[in-house]
């Protein structure tokens, strides 16, 4: 206890007692009460402080912690446009021709003498022919859109005069004009279009941007641990994907190909975690795995060569969504399926 709590509690218990030689009035003696009450009371409430004992830090060793990261990588999906229409389905087919042969119904009838001399070669050779399909169209079959059975004019699905290649004969045997006069027969000779199917569709070359014209094929790289997948490669420095991207294109296919990124925001994303973390010495950070970025990219002329490639890649395709499915990882398609378009 601190001397002076000691003290006013000593004046405050003589004022308690009464003295009977004293001479301070009552109000006077109730002052001095109150006076010392609250002397008393302000050296309880701030005491002598105590001393505290000062000590040292206890010293400790500082451990850096690693730092953790994913690899940022730029992708690239290059994709060559269909350059065909795309085949159609049979109840297309049926549907088209039937289209065609109710114009036939529903048209005026032929005007010969309009448009071909009488007894001229061009006039024998159209008398020899609508004998043959009864019909001034020359895609539509044997019909007679003005006879008894004009009104049958549907097919069923599948049947053969509505396929394209038989309708292409149709024509170009058509337009083979022979004519009977005085000297030999004479036809004309008609060149015939390209086939749907080319040279690299029946040798199965998957190299060649000359197969599957009706589809949209996508390039794809072998790299050096045996893995199809799209050209794919680090970002270096504070490099943009879209630039990256178009490096990236160099370094692996070569110079000979006219190619166009789209945009600037990546289509899709692939993540791969390591089953180990990597350190790398350098930076002293550690890789858990794999982020890439990918960018659409169009080829507009020109084919890939890895002859000189810098990402070590081994082998080259194009493929259509459907055989780069059987090629890539599951993981791996699952990450990039949504991004390919299903012609």
């Given amino acids: 206890m601190s001397r002076g709590y000691s003290k006013s509690r000593r004046l405050v218990s003589q004022l308690n007692r009464p003295s009977p030689d004293s001479n301070i009035c009552g109000s006077c003696l109730l002052a001095l009460r109150r006076r010392y009450a609250t002397a008393a009371a302000a050296a309880i409430s701030s005491p002598e402080p105590i001393p505290i004992a000062q000590h040292a830090p206890p010293v400790t060793t500082t451990t850096t912690a690693l730092h953790q990261a994913y690899q940022i990588k730029a992708g690239v999906v ?18 088209y021709l039937y289209q065609r042969r109710l114009n036939e119904r529903l048209a005026l009838p032929f005007t010969r003498y309009f448009y071909y001399q009488k007894d001229t070669p061009a ?33 069923l699905v599948g049947a053969k005069e509505s396929e394209p290649d038989v309708q292409v004969e149709a024509l170009l045997k058509d337009a083979e004009v022979e004519a009977e006069d005085e000297g030999p027969v004479k036809k004309q000779k008609v060149e015939k279009p ?59 296919a070569g110079v000979n190909m006219n190619t166009w990124i789209v945009g600037h925001a990546p289509v899709g994303h692939h993540n791969l975690r390591y089953p180990q973390a990597r350190m790398e010495e350098e930076s002293k950070i550690e890789q858990l795995g794999e982020k890439t970025f990918f960018m659409r990219a169009r080829i507009m002329g020109g084919q890939a060569n890895l002859k000189d490639n810098k990402l070590g890649l081994a082998d080259f395709k194009w493929l259509a969504k459907e055989e780069l499915q059987k090629e890539v990882h599951p993981q791996y398609w699952s990450s990039v399926k949504n991004m390919l378009v299903e012609r």
């Fill in 78 to 95: 290059l994709s060559r446009p269909p350059i065909l229409t795309r085949d159609l389905h049979p109840f297309e087919k049926a549907f």
């Fill in 123 to 155: 006039d024998i050779d159209w008398k020899k022919k609508i004998k043959e399909r009864l019909t001034p169209a020359r895609d539509i079959g044997v019909y007679n859109a003005y006879g008894k059975e004009g009104w049958n004019d549907e097919l």
């Fill in 194 to 252: 390209m086939p749907r199917v080319t040279e690299a569709d029946t040798n199965g070359d998957m190299r060649s941007l000359n197969r599957l014209m009706a589809r949209t094929l996508y390039l794809v790289v072998k790299g050096s641990e045996g893995g199809w997948g799209f050209p794919s490669g680090v970002l270096m420095g504070k490099e943009s994907l879209q630039r990256g991207a178009e490096r990236l294109l160099v370094q692996a």
